[in-house]
């Protein structure tokens, strides 16, 4: 939906996850400490009117939810990027939720928290991050089986480095399936590395 549109990411530092394919786990630890108040003065240097809040896993710290509200109400368009381990009942419903579900491949499947699905409407997405075929066919079983896209935007996302990109849009093509496939824009244009 806003692919390729300039957007602020604030990345939240903490995970209780440890998903097989992560590319973000120098936010684990450290970061700065930072009020509302300084993220939003932070914010609005840049001079963009979309915010992603990622992590890590935002939901992990609690005044995410006080945070978005804020960036809200000062007018940003606000989504969030969270794992679906959480509960996402409490986010501010402005806020564009992206939330995975995790394939058995991610090391984290267990930690799907399935009754966020009931929280999930048209304005949201549903993101997998396809790492194989085994993968992919778990993720279709689930569309189907919740009929995921009749709800929301569904995502299919190759695993950097890890599920060959042009084989998982064949895969989609043949299945003619009702999914947005999706490349992490960041990593073509500029590589797998911190703050872009």
């Known amino acids: 939906m806003t692919a390729g549109v300039p957007t602020v990411f604030i990345r939240l530092t903490g995970c209780p996850l440890r998903c097989n394919y992560c590319d973000t786990e120098y936010a684990f630890t450290g970061g700065e400490r930072m009020s509302i108040e300084e993220i939003a003065q932070k914010v609005s240097t840049y001079e963009c009117r979309h915010i992603c809040v990622t992590g890590g896993e935002p939901l992990a710290q609690k005044p995410c939810l006080d ?15 969270t794992s679906g381990a959480l509960a996402i009942d409490d986010v501010d419903p402005r806020v564009v939720k992206v939330m995975d579900l995790k394939t058995p491949n ?3 499947m267990v930690r799907n928290r399935m009754e966020n699905l009931q929280f999930i409407n048209s304005k949201d997405q549903i993101k997998f991050v396809i790492c194989n075929q085994r993968d992919y066919q778990w993720a279709v079983m689930q569309v189907q089986e919740h ?3 009749k709800i929301c935007t569904v995502l299919f996302s190759p695993s950097y480095q890890e599920q060959d990109a042009t084989e998982l849009a064949s895969w989609i093509l043949e299945d003619n399936l009702d999914v947005r496939f999706q490349m992490q824009l960041h990593k073509i244009l500029w590589g797998n590395k911190q703050g872009v």
Not at 67 to 81: A, N, P, Q, R
């Open 67 to 81: 945070l978005m509200t804020h960036l809200c109400d000062i007018g940003y368009s606000v989504s969030i990027e």
């Open 147 to 149: 009929g995921l896209n």
């Open 106 to 108: 991610s090391g984290e």
